[in-house]
């Protein structure tokens, strides 16, 4: 079964949200406090993702995995969000597959279509924020080309205290 990786369309927001909150409750699961996952609803963002697509940011490029017609991972990005680093960097916003179909080569394909199109438009280097304790991503990002840059930041989901760090990937 192979991958097709396309350019998302407003109408895929119902998949990408569905993908997007179940990633969360997965990879999430031990990392971020149940009482949060739990309250994350499909329906309440499939709305933000449509008002999100209805603004519009042609800087920002939303991807969609297919497998036989069915939409399976979701990744975005676009310029990356800290004005102090150079515009030639870009940052991967979101990387997420269904749990149901990780470790079937939807994260890879969207990951070598991001760095393909990132490539191509001139961006130097790719950065993308992932949770410290997080170690089947890192793993992931590490097998694409990716390493801890450094840079750290923490944030708190219902108090509790959550490190993230960046990764990095230079471009040729």
Request: hydrophobic share 40%; charged share 25%; glycine share 8%.
């Amino acid at each position: 079964m192979d991958v097709r990786v396309r350019e998302m369309t407003e109408h895929d927001c119902p998949s990408v949200a569905e993908i997007r909150v179940r990633g969360w409750q997965f990879a999430y699961a031990d990392l971020i406090p149940r009482s949060y996952l739990d309250a994350m609803d499909v329906t309440k963002d499939t709305a933000r993702c449509g008002e999100r697509f209805a603004r519009g940011d042609p800087a920002v490029v939303g991807l969609v995995a297919e497998r036989d017609g069915a939409i399976v991972g979701w990744a975005s990005f676009g310029p990356y969000r800290d004005s102090d680093l150079p515009p030639t960097d870009t940052e991967l916003y979101a990387l997420y597959v269904h749990p149901e179909h990780i470790g079937t080569g939807a994260g890879r394909a969207l990951m070598a279509e991001v760095l393909a199109r990132c490539a191509a438009s001139g961006v130097r280097r790719l950065l993308l924020w992932v949770l410290k304790e997080n170690a089947r991503a890192r793993r992931f990002y590490a097998r694409a080309g990716f390493g801890p840059d450094g840079a750290e930041e923490q944030f708190a989901v219902e108090g509790v205290p959550v490190p993230e760090v960046r990764y990095a990937r230079t471009l040729p």
